[in-house]
């Protein structure tokens, strides 16, 4: 979709899923913001559940939008998160399709 | 990255950042280093000269104890912080070297406290870049550059300015603490 176009609504079929549901979008942000981040701060910085998170995590995982390691950060084992270079492109993607719909929607 | 996106993540930033340094212990300790500096201009005593200090030390096992486990690791950027062990040297050549001026001076001099303040506040704004230590880095220098320099400031003003920033760091570590409280330590279901 490029700026100017009218909306087409068929493109909005091609928006990344992974990241249009809400939960992971909260947790996409959050990895964008900082270098890397453990359970513990991205439960606290989403508000979502441990299970709902954990859940959500391994979805972004699989896809290859995050990267998660277990590390030992002084001395006590952590799960740290990462966004990985393929999910910082694909949160671009999705905002640059995105921004034209929500453009037109106002208009 | 786009402009929309790289605006709201430097602003999650600044308030992940913000929040996890709210936690007092900064104030605390610069009071209790105020505190110090006020009671070695009454007493003249060596030992609180660098006693004020010493206790910074200890802000890295507490927030490693009390901090991390409830609020999360977090590593905001590798590129804002300085090596860790250049951070470690620059610190010791202030301390020794306002240390061995003190010595040389006969405990005489005002100076090496204010160096030694101001370029300790200094590293802390070079390494962490946050507000507060900002605000402190040009608070401390000034606070007894001008203070001292217009022989305004008492020993007893320097130790109730120093007692209002540690009771300002109690507070705020205590709210940090019911704000964040220690959940048990359950499976991430993460393998």
Do not use: C
């Not at chain 1, 952590?78 to 034209?100: H, N, R, V």
């Not at chain 2, 401390?140 to 007893?156: C, H, K, S």
């Amino acid at each position: 979709m490029t700026e100017g176009h009218p909306l087409d609504p068929r493109e909005i079929s091609d928006l990344d899923r992974v990241i249009h549901s809400p939960t992971r979008l909260k947790i996409m942000l959050v990895l964008t913001s900082v270098e890397e981040a453990d359970f513990t701060f991205i439960t606290h910085a989403t508000g979502l559940t441990r299970g709902n998170l954990s859940a959500n995590l391994t979805k972004l995982e699989e896809t290859g939008y995050i990267k998660i390691e277990k590390k030992f950060i002084e001395r006590v084992p952590k799960t740290i998160a990462s966004i990985t270079p393929a999910g910082k492109k694909a949160l671009e993607d999705y905002s640059s399709m995105l921004g034209p719909i929500l453009d037109q929607l106002r208009e | 990255m786009n402009d929309q996106i790289t605006e709201q993540t430097k602003e999650l930033r600044k308030q992940y950042a913000r929040t996890f340094h709210n936690d007092g212990l900064l104030d605390f300790f610069v009071g209790w280093a105020i505190v110090s500096a006020g009671i070695y201009l009454l007493t003249s005593s060596m030992i609180f000269s660098f006693a004020g200090w010493m206790p910074i030390l200890l802000i890295a096992p507490i927030k490693k104890y009390f901090v991390i486990p409830r609020f999360g690791y977090v590593k905001f950027s590798q590129s804002a912080s300085i090596p860790r062990p250049i951070l470690i040297g620059a610190g010791a050549v202030i301390l020794i070297g306002s240390l061995l001026i003190t010595i040389i001076g006969g405990g005489e001099s005002r100076v090496p406290i204010i160096v030694a303040l101001l370029g300790l506040a200094l590293l802390f704004v070079l390494d962490k870049g946050f507000n507060r230590t900002t605000v402190y880095a040009i608070f401390i220098p000034l606070f007894f550059i001008v203070g001292l320099g217009l022989n305004v400031l008492t020993p007893a003003l320097i130790m109730l300015t120093g007692g209002v920033l540690m009771a300002l760091g109690v507070y705020l570590f205590v709210k940090f603490l019911q704000k964040f409280p220690l959940e048990p330590d359950k499976e991430d279901g993460l393998s």
